[in-house]
Nanobody, 120 residues
Framework: QVQLVESGGGLVQAGGSLRLSCAAS??????MGWFRQAPGKERDFVAAVSWSSANTYYDDSVKGRFTISRDNAKNTVYLQMNSLKPEDTAVYYC???????????????WGQGTQVTVSS
């Protein structure tokens, strides 16, 4: 079992940057991912990183703008978001225990989410 707590969300102008953090406690040897959910829409895959950090995977909509990373010594996963667009506005959720990061299928563990709002 793992507990996940996200932080780092906020309001930013288009073109700006934010860095989200996801602190994990409990068992942490998992593939980890970020997902997002905009109002009235489904929760969508954003990015994922393997347990060893050897592999990362991104949705096409964020490729080249977002970077996922992790620090296993701190049990923390990060999402650096650059060149933000209004369409990136959503609640961002940390997810743990993805079976394979390229499937975009979430694992069973979720954080509470953090709001990201990008103004035009």
């Amino acid at each position: 079992q793992v507990q996940l707590v996200e932080s780092g969300g906020g309001l930013v102008q288009a073109g700006g940057s934010l860095r989200l953090s996801c602190a994990a406690s409990g068992r942490t040897r998992y593939n980890m991912g970020w997902f997002r959910q905009a109002p009235g829409k489904e929760r969508d895959f954003v990015a994922a990183v393997s347990w060893s950090s050897a592999n990362t995977y991104y949705d096409d909509s964020v490729k080249g703008r977002f970077t996922i990373s992790r620090d296993n010594a701190k049990n923390t996963v990060y999402l650096q978001m650059n060149s933000l667009k209004p369409e990136d506005t959503a609640v961002y959720y940390c997810n743990a225990d993805m079976s394979q990061i390229t499937t975009k299928i979430p694992g069973p563990y979720w954080g509470q989410g953090t709001q990201v709002t990008v103004s035009s």
